[in-house]
């Protein structure tokens, strides 16, 4: 008998914990609710007692949440569909406030099965999130969406953050927003690989035009130099030098021995100094 009411009383004590002991994880807090009236001071992390049938405690996760938003259609500012648009937001509540959440947004939180606790005002946040995801989207052509990740994450957060804190000022932090995917229609891809390739044909003749403009500029150097050659070159063709040149040219003449050399009757300017003796007139 004594071992059955050990047993018994091992059962009771083990029941009665249960029912009014409350253990919440480390980063969450909890609201306590008792006859209905919720306490405006949250509960800490730990183990906490309750009355049961009279004081209920609610746990809500006070670190950071992810919400996922898939199979987007937005449009964009071009008024063409995307095709599917997956995006992640994360968010955090400030653990002093949730009490205040849990009565202002009573049907906005969303229990999670594998924490067993509740994601705070989860609805309103992805609703608002929604909202500026296509808000974002609209703003954009459709043609550059697939080069502009980044800064679709950012308006999205921006645009998200100014929604919350509109209403619950300091109560919420988007903490990040990430691109997942973005797929445009199947004729807009069509479009984006013609701009491209457009693009990559108007750098080809870009970089033509300017082997063009660079072999230009190489001919009038060339060209120049020429001009500045023959410039010096005739500078220096003085009457006197050329008076120079022919009399040792001449010169050579006459010591070869016999040679038949024509004068131009217009030579005018220049007299050639010969020996008499050796020239022949015909």
Do not use: C
Not at 32 to 44: A, D, F, I, Y
Not at 57 to 79: R, S
Not at 236 to 249: A, D, G, I, K, V
């Amino acid at each position: 008998m004594r071992s059955v009411a050990k047993v018994f009383f091992g059962v009771l004590v083990v029941t009665l914990l249960y029912f009014t002991v409350v253990l919440i994880e480390s980063g969450n807090v909890g609201v306590r609710k008792t006859l209905g009236k919720v306490n405006p001071e949250e509960v800490s992390p730990g183990l906490n007692f309750r009355v049961p049938a009279v004081t209920r405690i609610t746990e809500f996760v006070g670190k950071e949440i992810a919400i996922d938003l898939t199979d987007l259609t937005p449009k964009a500012a071009d008024n063409l569909s995307l095709r599917d648009m997956d995006v992640t937001v994360f968010y955090k509540a400030a653990s002093d406030q949730i009490a205040d959440l849990y009565v202002k947004y009573a049907n906005a939180h969303q229990y999670d099965k594998e924490s067993d606790s509740y994601f705070p005002a989860y609805r309103l946040v992805y609703r608002e999130a929604r909202r500026a995801a296509y808000e974002t989207v609209a703003e954009i052509d459709s043609l550059t969406m697939h080069k502009k990740r980044e800064q679709i994450a950012d308006s999205i957060e921006a645009r998200l953050q100014q929604t919350l804190d509109s209403n619950d000022p300091g109560v919420f932090e988007v903490t990040r927003v990430v691109i997942r995917s973005v797929l445009t229609d199947p004729s807009i891809e069509e479009s984006i690989r013609e701009a491209v390739a457009n693009q990559k044909r108007l750098e080809a003749k870009q970089v033509m035009v300017e082997i063009e403009r660079k072999n230009a500029e190489i001919e009038a150097i060339r060209a120049q130099g020429i001009a500045d050659a023959n410039n010096i070159i005739n500078q220096t063709l003085t009457t006197e030098y050329l008076q120079h040149e022919l009399n040792l040219t001449l010169q050579k003449f006459a010591e070869t021995g016999a040679n038949t050399i024509v004068v131009p009757a217009n030579m005018n300017g220049f007299d050639m100094i010969l020996p008499t003796d050796k020239l022949t007139k015909r």
